[in-house]
C-alpha cells in the first residue's frame, strides 16, 4: 500500500540519497506530446535542499526534453527505486525549473554538490524541484540488481569541453535548444561556468 508523507526527511530522505539511480518523467502540455522518461545516475548528482525540495545536477546529452518541459508547465515526477535492501519505490510529483549558469542562485545551489566536479561534465543547469506530492510504495515487483560503479565515460567524455567547444556540440544536435515538439529548450548559447 501507498504511503502519502508530508515532507521528505528520515528515512525516506537517507533513501533518496542512498540511491544510485533515480527517474525523471515529464511530458509537454500538447495530447499528443512527446512524454519523456529519463534515468540520471552519478551519485552525488542530487541533492534533498529541504523537506520540500530536491535538486539535480543537469549534464550535457543528446536531448533538452525536460529542460523543454519544465520550461513550459513545470510538471515533473522523480522516482527513485530500490534495487538492493528492503523494497521501496519514492515518488515526488512536484514543480520544477532548470536553473542556468547565469541564474544568481546556480554558484549557492551547485555547493549542495560537492563531490562532482561539474567542470567535467558539461554542466548546462541545476533542475530544482518542489515537491506537491510525496508518495512511497512496496516496490514487490523490483529485482534485486548490484550497483558496481558509475561509469567514467561521461566525465571523460566531457572533460575536454570547454564553454565555446560544448556550444558547438550543442548547436550540432537536433533537440538541445528545441525539443521533439518544437519546445524551446536550453538557451544557446549557454551562459559561461561560473568561476567559482
Given amino acids: 500500500m501507498g504511503k502519502t508523507h508530508e515532507r521528505i526527511d528520515g528515512r525516506l530522505r537517507t533513501f533518496i540519497e542512498e540511491q544510485p539511480l533515480f527517474f525523471t518523467a515529464t511530458a509537454p502540455l500538447s495530447g499528443d506530446g512527446t512524454i519523456n522518461l529519463s534515468p540520471k545516475g552519478?551519485?552525488?548528482?542530487?541533492?534533498?535542499?529541504?523537506?520540500h525540495t530536491v535538486a539535480y545536477l543537469d549534464f550535457a546529452g543528446s536531448n533538452a526534453e525536460t529542460v523543454a518541459h519544465l520550461r513550459e508547465n513545470g510538471r515533473i515526477t522523480l522516482m527513485w527505486c530500490a534495487f538492493t535492501g528492503p523494497p521501496n519505490i519514492v515518488r515526488v510529483h512536484g514543480r520544477g525549473e532548470p536553473v542556468f549558469r547565469d541564474d544568481p542562485r546556480f554558484t549557492t545551489?551547485?555547493?549542495?554538490?560537492?563531490?562532482?566536479?561539474?567542470?567535467?561534465?558539461?554542466l548546462r543547469a541545476i533542475i530544482v524541484v518542489r515537491a506537491e506530492l510525496i508518495r512511497d510504495t512496496c516496490g514487490y515487483a523490483v529485482p534485486f540488481m548490484t550497483y558496481d560503479a558509475d561509469r567514467d565515460l561521461h566525465a571523460k567524455r566531457f572533460a575536454r569541453e570547454d564553454d565555446a567547444s560544448l556550444d558547438r556540440y550543442f548547436a550540432g544536435k537536433d533537440h538541445v535548444a528545441t525539443s521533439i515538439d518544437g519546445l524551446p529548450g536550453l538557451p544557446l548559447p549557454l551562459p559561461p561556468t561560473p568561476v567559482a
Fill in 42 to 51: 552519478l551519485r552525488g548528482s542530487w541533492a534533498v535542499l529541504d523537506g
Fill in 109 to 122: 545551489l551547485a555547493a549542495h554538490f560537492p563531490d562532482i566536479d561539474t567542470s567535467q561534465h558539461g
